[in-house]
């Protein structure tokens, strides 16, 4: 999982329309740091997507840059997400949306990757969901 979403990163085009919002990228040393590099709209999505993981993770999670995206870590990394210009992405791992695909079939996913599109509500009770599945996977 790891590995894809550094792939991903990496091999996105300047012109791909999911592409990390440059700023974000050069400036993303600390989450906020990330968070400051971030235009609207996709920042007020990823503040409710941060809002909604924190709602579910432990309070012993710390937030960290891993891959050069902000993720929440408990001696693990437990979700990686990220601002694009046209989504705001949660990586869960490809065995936590596997669980989901029938819930996600209204949205674009990938094997490590869900996107929510900026124009969209986050379907906030959904990441909760995902979040906690993710929590009981690292618990097994």
Known sequence: ???????RLLTMKKTSRARVSSAARSKGNTVDEYFAGVPEPARNMLEKLRSVIRSVVSKDAIEVIS???????QKKIIVWYAAFSGHCSLFPTA???DKFKD???????????????????LPSALVKRIVKARLAELKE
Request: hydrophobic share 40%; glycine share 6%; no cysteine.
């Open 103 to 121: 819930d996600l079939k209204d949205y674009t996913i990938s094997k490590g990757t869900i996107q929510f599109p900026l124009d969209k509500p």
């Open 1 to 7: 999982m790891v590995g894809q979403v550094w792939t």
């Open 95 to 97: 065995a936590v949306i």
């Open 67 to 73: 891959y050069r995206i902000p993720a929440f870590r």
